[in-house]
């Protein structure tokens, strides 16, 4: 493990590929990969592209790795798509539209499942983006699972935040309404080469002239086509602007705001572990159901009498 | 979390014909399995690139085109070039049955799944040479 973590520092792919697995498949090794990685990394531009299913997320994100590459950096690609409720598996498909990038080194694609998380990522989002930025990406693109209204878990992990729409997207109720159009960033029609966009536009400008939280950095609303790659220049003019926007208004407030939404799901995450693996289950759950199933106690009171066992179990008591 | 078997599922050359390849990635989708589909027309190279990033368990090539002489040997070749020779090569589609048998012997195809196989009996061949640990 040791080797990986410092191949991968060397900017070795296939280690990266490894600890990507090792993070995913939720191995014991992979906080002391993350406490070894952890000072490496925070140096990458994260950018988190969103939208519904086939609005083009892919081909957009392929057209602007081209363009990165044009500026010789060196890109990182996380493309999420569902897992199966019944099966468990998944058909990671984003790739197709990347592979022209295959052969260049300085492209790491990883196509992930959800593997059961409904926010549109996977839980090991989070820390494949760490190893990306370890090993060296100075852009780290996320596609989201094609998303509804409310699958919005990118706005906490990325810098910025593309929402990608099409053409025929809706009309301008479907603008007003909460959840996707509040995250945006930066709003991408895409498919402009296909219809008329000025009515979607106009939708979308109205929409964010009415919201309360356009008041330093008004969301651009960019027209492209990956198709004939009109506008993706454009779209990675904006992002710059955008990260330093961030920076010059000291990103720090939104920076401690994520780690503290970070380290609740850590923490949430181990706490449901040590429930998991027996921390309540040396006979006192039965015997609290017990109390419950004959009313002495109810469901509330149990769940605190539980909880505090398992704080203090820790302590062995 | 239990280990997850990736598959990587490519048409290698010019051979447009991937209906074959698209039931098969659906029906390891549906058996559990994390398909990475990466398309027509690939490269070797594309391929074993690909396979390294995705760190995939196993590539399954479909051929149809009767390159398979040339592209498993070229693509296990290029996988030992990577270090990545641990990743299992397996194929499927019209190979006759003397290619098989000399893809098997020389170590460029652990194993060559010829029409008329069943869905399950690929399903089962990789669940029982994939190691799960």
Redesign the interface.
């Known amino acids: 493990m040791a080797d990986h973590v410092d191949r991968l520092l060397e900017g070795d792919r296939r280690s990266a590929a490894k600890l990507i697995t090792l993070i995913e498949n939720e191995l014991p090794e992979k906080e002391e990969i993350i406490r070894r990685i952890y000072p490496h990394t925070g140096k990458a531009h994260v950018i988190g592209v969103t939208g519904s299913p086939g609005a083009g997320k892919s081909s957009l994100i392929d057209r602007l790795v081209g363009t990165l590459r044009s500026e010789d950096l060196r890109v990182g690609v996380i493309a999420v798509d569902p897992s199966s409720p019944f099966s468990g598996g998944a058909l990671l498909g984003d790739r197709i539209r990347m592979q022209e990038h295959a052969l260049d080194r300085k492209v790491f694609i990883r196509s992930m499942g959800t593997r059961g998380t409904l926010g549109g990522l996977s839980r090991a989002t989070k820390d494949v983006v760490k190893i990306l930025d370890a090993y060296g990406s100075d852009v780290i693109l996320i596609e989201t699972v094609g998303v509804g209204q409310t699958e919005l878990d990118i706005m906490h992990y990325a810098d910025s935040t593309v929402v990608v729409l099409s053409p025929g997207a809706g009309d301008r109720i479907q603008a007003m309404k909460a959840g996707i159009m509040e995250i945006a960033d930066l709003f991408v029609i895409n498919k402009c080469d296909t219809a008329d966009v000025t009515r979607i536009k106009n939708d979308i400008e109205n929409m964010i002239d009415l919201s309360p939280l356009a008041k330093n950095w008004r969301p651009p609303v960019l027209k492209t086509s990956a198709f004939t790659g009109d506008g993706i220049g454009g779209l990675w003019d904006k992002l710059k602007e955008h990260k330093n926007y961030k920076n010059s208004c000291g990103s720090s407030a939104t920076d401690s705001h994520k780690l503290k939404s970070e380290l609740l799901e850590i923490m949430n995450g181990k706490v449901m572990a040590r429930l998991n693996t027996g921390a309540l289950s040396n006979g006192k759950m039965d015997e609290i159901i017990d109390s419950v199933l004959e009313r002495r106690i109810d469901p509330y009171t149990a769940a605190d009498t539980l909880l505090e066992k398992l704080i203090c179990f820790r302590e062995g008591a | 979390?239990?280990?997850?078997i990736?598959v990587l599922v490519a048409k290698p050359g010019l051979d447009g014909h991937d209906r074959g390849a698209r039931v098969i990635?659906?029906g390891?989708?549906?058996?559990?399995?994390?398909?990475?589909?990466?398309?027509l027309h690939?490269t070797p190279?594309?391929i074993v690139?690909?396979a390294?990033?995705?760190?995939v368990d196993v590539v399954g090539l479909s051929v149809l085109s009767g390159a398979q002489m040339t592209i498993f040997p070229r693509i296990c070749e290029l996988l030992k070039e990577?270090?990545?020779e641990d990743i299992m090569v397996i194929g499927g589609g019209t190979v006759p049955a003397d290619d098989v048998k000399e893809l098997k012997n020389g170590g460029w195809a652990k194993e060559i799944f010829t029409p008329g196989t069943t869905l399950e009996t690929i399903v089962e061949w990789i669940n029982s040479n994939v190691n799960t640990d």
């Open positions: 979390m239990a280990k997850k990736r990635a659906r390891l989708r549906d058996a559990g399995m994390e398909v990475v589909y990466t398309g690939q190279e594309q690139e690909a390294i990033q995705e760190d990577n270090g990545a």
